[in-house]
């Protein structure tokens, strides 16, 4: 077997290694919320979060998949070198990752993984290889590759604010003269947010493994287009 066959199993390792620091870093989050509040015990939590996390990528198509796997354009690149670009990026990602665990820092797996890969190309082989969107967003007003993230980067803390306030506020209105006893149904509903949650993030972040997995195929020319299997 030649030394790209060889590259590219190393990168998947790498994208598996990546999508575990991802699960106990960012999933850690859901689990911990409604622990905290003692809707579920630690074992609830953890078996409902994990079930709803594998549902996630299964049945949330791919469309963050093909997002985060064409902001490079690695294509003519010589396919040794664009995997082993992948394989280090991802290891800056999990190095990231590691480090704001560690630290008890909370902070995103996706922006990460996107700009270690970034970086690398950009060491590697040059910006011009790296889809910026800068103009994109400026002349057609198109949300397009390293500039959709990071306008999801700014967007998603403050719509989850506001968003998390006017429920607040709604919900306080709603049980104004409620009796204690409501507190067991607004436990059992935390079953339900905690699915939803974990569902939605593994469609999410997972989805981006797949879309690395994917493009580790491409650039190996193991597959003949982006196009996840």
Excluded at 43 to 60: D, S, T
Excluded at 63 to 80: M, S, Y
Excluded at 138 to 152: I, N, P, Q
Aim: aromatic content about 10%; overall charge neutral.
């Amino acid at each position: 077997m030649d030394t790209l066959f060889w590259m590219a199993t190393a990168t998947v390792i790498v994208v598996l290694i990546f999508d575990y620091t991802n699960g106990f870093h960012d999933a850690a989050n859901i689990v911990a919320t409604v622990i905290a509040s003692r809707a579920m015990t630690p074992v609830q939590a953890v078996v409902i979060v994990g079930f709803f996390e594998f549902m996630g990528p299964l049945l949330g198509g791919t469309a963050v998949a093909n997002t985060i796997g064409k902001f490079v354009d690695l294509n003519d690149v010589q396919p040794q070198l664009a995997v082993l670009i992948m394989f280090c990026g991802l290891l800056g990602a999990i190095v990231w990752n590691l480090a704001t665990w560690w630290l008890g820092i909370p902070s995103s797996s996706s922006h990460a993984l996107v700009g270690g890969l970034a970086g690398a190309v950009v060491a590697a082989v040059g910006s011009d290889h790296v889809i910026w969107g800068f103009h994109e967003l400026m002349t057609a007003g198109k949300m397009t590759g390293v500039m959709k993230v990071l306008l999801a980067l700014f967007i998603s803390p403050l719509l989850g604010f506001w968003v998390g306030f006017g429920i607040h506020r709604l919900g306080r209105r709603l049980l104004a003269g409620a009796r204690p006893t409501a507190n067991a149904t607004l436990r059992k509903m935390q079953f339900v947010t905690a699915a939803g949650l974990a569902f939605s993030h593994g469609a999410n972040d997972a989805q981006k493994s797949m879309g690395m997995l994917t493009l580790v195929l491409l650039l190996g020319d193991f597959i003949p287009t982006f196009e996840v299997p």
